[in-house]
């Protein structure tokens, strides 16, 4: 069996679902199944590359709609690929791999792996369904990460018969095995005494950053304090709404984070929160990563988003309302108080880690091949 996977992008061009990808790809032709890739390069150049014995076409594009990439070579890539193989698999959403399909019509299996709806850029979504309600109609099996993600989607009624779900690949040994050491020492020196919650994320308006900053001025306890790794557009206004609300000794930013010093954060905080407002989280990988360093998370009950359904509530950590900083102060007071719940949700992270190992989610993914 040979398979083809259509992304968006590849590592090293790294993002929630560029990761997701990598590790199917990574583990599928590990388990003997010829696996090669299609995907935008981030420059105006074409490239053909034998990552760890596959194949990945990098493709250029030429401009982008509405945050969208167009690329002419991605479509004839396809094309001129169409009969090599016996299934597809298309990360979505992806409009370029969605006309990409609709002018090559290959005549094989396809798979959908309903990463999420279009949902910030809805004049793109209302041009783009047509294509994608054909696209959906035309597949074999529709895969998602959790239930919410097939039950939660916007055309989950064109689902209907054809769904399945794949929970996405962890290696819990992935990060630990990385900390940056030097500066965990650092971390440690800087904010001795302290009790740490920590967050990481783009600065981005659906993450919810700035509820959390607005929380941690109803946690009582001045030694609890607030770290935020990450950069985005947001960096000027968060900062200065920690500045408003006279935070400045208890609310630190980070910036952006190698791996290394990623791990080290994990390993240094005390509880790990993601704070997203906001669907456009679908899942929060984040969360599963400050397991694997056995911390509680405390997270949102995003409504139609699998975020909550990573983060079992009274389990692995809890659960609160988007937009409510009082309910999440509340969360990690208690979260940090309570030390049989604390010790409890420890060691529920890192066997709930056992739902994502590689091996299993990747047996899985061949048998839904194998039985299309």
């Not at 794949?166 to 290696?171: A, N, V």
């Not at 819990?172 to 990481?200: H, P, T, Y």
């Not at 984040?286 to 389990?315: C, H, Y």
């Amino acid at each position: 069996m040979k398979v083809l996977h259509l992304g968006k992008y590849y590592p090293p061009v790294f993002g929630g679902i560029e990761n997701v990808n990598y590790e199917l790809v990574e583990a599928l032709n590990e388990a003997g199944v010829e696996t090669d890739v299609i995907a935008l390069n981030n420059s105006n150049k074409t490239v053909v590359e034998n990552v760890n014995g596959y194949t990945v076409h990098r493709q250029s594009s030429i401009f982008k709609v509405a945050s969208t990439s167009v690329s002419f070579s991605y479509i004839r890539k396809l094309i001129s690929l169409r009969n090599e193989y016996d299934v597809i698999s298309v990360h979505c959403p992806n409009p370029i791999a969605f006309l990409a399909i609709f002018f090559a019509r290959p005549n094989c299996k396809l798979v959908l792996h309903w990463h999420s709806d279009v949902i910030k850029q809805k004049v793109l979504g209302w041009f783009f369904k047509p294509l994608q309600n054909w696209i959906v109609n035309k597949s074999d099996v529709v895969l998602g990460a959790t239930d919410a993600h097939i039950e939660g989607s916007d055309i989950s009624h064109h689902f209907i018969n054809k769904s399945k779900k794949l929970t996405y690949i962890f290696q819990k040994e992935s990060l630990s095995k990385s900390i940056d050491f030097a500066k965990l020492q650092s971390l440690k020196s800087q904010f001795e005494g302290k009790k740490i919650i920590f967050s990481v994320g783009r600065l981005v308006y659906y993450k919810g950053f700035d509820v959390l900053i607005e929380s941690m001025s109803y946690v009582d306890d001045k030694d609890i304090i607030l770290v935020i790794a990450g950069k985005g557009e947001l960096d000027s206004k968060l900062r200065n709404k920690v500045s408003d609300l006279n935070l400045m000794d208890r609310v630190f930013f980070a910036g952006g984070v190698s791996q290394s010093e990623l791990a080290a954060y994990y390993e240094l905080c005390d509880v790990f929160c993601l704070p997203s407002v906001h669907r456009s989280e679908m899942f929060g990988i984040v969360q599963l990563e400050a397991m694997s360093f056995g911390k509680p998370v405390i997270s949102t009950k995003l409504d139609r988003s699998g975020v909550p359904l990573v983060n079992v509530d009274g389990s692995t950590g809890k659960t609160v309302e988007p937009f409510n900083s009082q309910e999440l102060a509340l969360a990690i007071t208690n979260t940090l108080t309570d030390v049989d719940f604390y010790e409890r949700c420890s060691k529920n992270a890192l066997q709930h880690l056992e739902n994502f190992e590689r091996k299993k989610v990747v047996k899985d993914l061949i048998t839904i091949y194998d039985n299309i």
